[in-house]
C-alpha cells in the first residue's frame, strides 16, 4: 500500500539517492535547479511515497516567480522533481503524486509549472505553449516549460527565477 509522507518522514539522503537513481548524479547542473536555486521545498505541496514503509518515490514544489517584461512580479509554485524508484514504476505512483499537489494548488488557487513531457502532464492541466517566450537561467526545449494557470492571464515573456521570499513559508492546509 502506497501512503502519502511530508518529505521529513525519509532522511533528506534517502530522496537525495532516489533523485540520483531517477536523474543521474549530474542532475544538479540542470536548467530546473538555477530556477528554484536558493529555495526550500514547499512544506504542503512536496513529499514522498512510502510503500511498506519504504520510499517508493517523492515530489517536491518550488517557490518561483516570474519577473514580466512590465516590471510585475508574478509568484508561482515549479512542481518538480517528480521521482519514482525503478522497483516501482508503472503503478501508478507519479500520477497519484501529481494528482495530489494538484489538488492542493487548486484548492489554494495557485498558478504553477514545470519543465517536462507536455503529453505526461497535460491531463493534470499543465500546457504547453503559454509559457514557451519565458526566460530561464539555463536551456531548455520552449515546449517543455509547462504552466498551469489558476485564471490569472500569464505574460507570453518574462524571466523566471527563484521565490527567495517565499522560500520555506508553504501553503495553508
Request: aromatic share 6%.
Amino acid at each position: 500500500m502506497i501512503t502519502l509522507q511530508p518529505l521529513s518522514a525519509v532522511s533528506p539522503d534517502a530522496i537525495e539517492a532516489l533523485l540520483d537513481l531517477s536523474f543521474g548524479a549530474d542532475r544538479h547542473g540542470r536548467t530546473a535547479y538555477a530556477v528554484r536555486a536558493g529555495t526550500e521545498p514547499d512544506r504542503v505541496l512536496s513529499f514522498v511515497a512510502l510503500s511498506d514503509g519504504a520510499l517508493a518515490g517523492s515530489l517536491q514544489s518550488w517557490p518561483v516567480r516570474l519577473d514580466a517584461p512590465d516590471g510585475r512580479c508574478r509568484p508561482l509554485v515549479m512542481v518538480g522533481p517528480v521521482a519514482v524508484h525503478p522497483g516501482h514504476q508503472n503503478q501508478g505512483i507519479g500520477k497519484h503524486m501529481t494528482r495530489v499537489v494538484t489538488q492542493r494548488l487548486d484548492l489554494a488557487g495557485r498558478s504553477a509549472m514545470m519543465i517536462g513531457d507536455p503529453d505526461y502532464y497535460e491531463p493534470f492541466g499543465f500546457r504547453s505553449g503559454p509559457a514557451g517566450g519565458w526566460t530561464l537561467p539555463g536551456p531548455v526545449e520552449p515546449h517543455r516549460i509547462l504552466l498551469r494557470a489558476a485564471g490569472d492571464d500569464w505574460p507570453a515573456e518574462g524571466r523566471l527565477g527563484p521565490d527567495l521570499l517565499r522560500s520555506g513559508e508553504g501553503l495553508p492546509n
